[in-house]
């Protein structure tokens, strides 16, 4: 989800979070289309998430807050992702059956 306090930075992030997610877990699924292959493709997604927005924050932080590259905690982004990331992964690995069929109409 995208709050609309955050604005065109809360934008910004959220795109590069979530497209990194589903372009390495839809690639990922797309070559293994098993429940498995569901599995360890959701969970490259989040591991992928998690490390691209540690420098997405070092870099684009800064420049909508101001804040100094020093003040920007990443002992705390990293696990804050990683668990927006899964909670993600698992409804997508929840649901995504019951919807499938609507997507491939």
Known sequence: TVSASGGIYGIIMHIIATGTFVLVAG?????????????IALLCGVVAWGLIMMPANLIITPIFTGMPVEAILLPIILPFNLIKAGINAVVTFLVYKSVSPLLHR
Not at 27 to 39: D, E, I, M, W
């Open 27 to 39: 690639f990922l699924y797309q070559k293994h289309k098993t429940k498995k292959g569901a599995l």
